[in-house]
């Protein structure tokens, strides 16, 4: 079936170092939809990015993210972290099964600290 | 534009109670519906969805029903709580067809003691 696997965690960073945040997935379906979502503290999950073009950077609100299909891959990146980028990430893959949906990754909580 | 409402905000319930928290999208037609379970630093859990009114799909029930009686309304309900239904509920919508981005609702926050 279909899967997500992010970086595991927790992810600490100083402000204005740069963002890596890994996505792999796994699906028989050759045209993949993946996405990334940011939860802030008791808040809900918030679209941050979405693809389904191989190979091109998408980029929203200072982060961007790649499909390759090479490599299974959707990473999400930014170039200098900001203290509110501290937050819980997920990387979701669009189900083979339409209706049913999306597959989340299990989250990675990144903390930016001064 | 769409509106996605959930109800209560928040809920503090007796183990072994009832539970009814609803879900209420404004401004689109016949979308695919989902609700979701967050333990609270924990990872989001489907729990079902539906695509029409009437139909609803379990993917993890954790003694969990849920309802569609109208288009735009969802409802997920037990007669009785565990101690481990405590998280918080959230509800999302996607365009028909499933394919596309979810939106989630602020949530519900559900404390069982």
């Known amino acids: 079936g279909d899967s997500v696997t992010q970086t595991e965690g927790l992810v600490t960073l100083t402000e204005g170092l740069p963002v890596m945040l890994n996505c792999t997935y796994q699906?028989?379906?050759?045209?993949?939809?993946l996405f990334w979502y940011v939860q802030h503290l008791n808040e809900s999950p918030r679209l941050l990015l979405k693809?389904?073009?191989?190979?091109k950077r998408t980029e929203h609100q200072g982060f961007h993210a790649t499909l390759h299909k090479s490599s299974s891959s959707f990473h999400l990146q930014k170039s200098s972290a900001q203290l509110s980028d501290s937050a819980l990430y997920y990387c979701?893959?669009?189900?083979?099964?339409?209706?049913?949906?999306?597959?989340f990754g299990l989250g990675t909580r990144v903390s930016v600290f001064p | 534009a769409q509106t996605i409402h959930q109800w209560p905000v928040a809920e503090i319930k007796a183990v072994g109670s009832p539970l009814s928290l609803g879900c209420t999208i404004k401004g689109k037609s016949s979308p695919n519906l989902y609700w979701y379970w967050q333990a609270t630093g924990g990872t989001l859990q489907q729990l079902f969805y539906s695509i029409t009114v009437g139909q609803v799909e379990s993917v993890v029930q954790l003694n969990l029903s849920a309802s569609r009686p109208k288009d735009d309304q969802f409802i997920l309900s037990t007669e009785k709580l565990l101690l481990s239904h405590s998280g918080f509920y959230l509800c999302a919508w996607s365009l028909e067809g499933g394919r596309y981005e979810q939106y989630f609702g602020p949530g519900t926050r559900l404390t069982v003691l």
């Open positions: 693809s389904f073009t191989d190979n």
């Open positions: 699906t028989i379906y050759s045209n993949p939809f």
């Open positions: 979701a893959l669009a189900r083979n099964n339409y209706a049913q949906g999306l597959t």
